[in-house]
């Protein structure tokens, strides 16, 4: 690992087993699935990944100190297994990109997030933070249906 990236490129591998979980989670879930919730007050499985996928977009921007590329309430418009397993696809992807060029050193570099000065490798930690707590929340899912999840897979 270069030393110039050590920070970045730890977060980068947190952020790959996160994603590796929920990704897996969206591509096996039955659509039926993607309609549960527990009770009318929270997320559907569907609602929390589209959720996780919206987030992508804004933790990896603020942190890349660009425009959110994501204009889409994707909560609201990826509503099917068939729209969000690919929308989820193309977030991690954009996050990848961010994790994959930024250095230490522009992890170091302050930006905006939710009206907060942070590191940017500090929005990148709080991303992973954010994606367990929802994985969480959809393992409890999975869990209450007899599914076992993957990162708890042989």
Do not use: W
């Amino acid at each position: 690992m270069a030393q110039d990236s050590a920070v970045t490129t730890s977060l980068k591998g947190l952020h790959g087993i996160t994603a590796s979980s929920i990704m897996s989670t969206a591509e096996s879930l039955s659509e039926e699935m993607y309609a549960y919730r527990p009770t009318v007050e929270v997320r559907t499985a569907g609602q929390l990944l589209a959720h996780i996928a919206n987030a992508q977009y804004a933790f990896c921007s603020s942190a890349a100190g660009e425009d959110n590329p994501n204009q889409a309430n994707l909560e609201e418009t990826a509503t099917t297994k068939a729209d969000i397993v690919p929308a989820l696809q193309s977030a991690l992807a954009y996050c990848e990109t961010v994790y994959d060029t930024m250095t230490d050193a522009q992890g170091a570099e302050t930006r905006s997030f939710f009206g907060q000065e942070m590191a940017a490798s500090g929005i990148l930690a709080f991303n992973s933070a954010h994606n367990y707590e929802h994985y969480g929340n959809l393992v409890t899912y999975m869990r209450m249906n007899g599914i076992v999840p993957p990162s708890s897979q042989q």
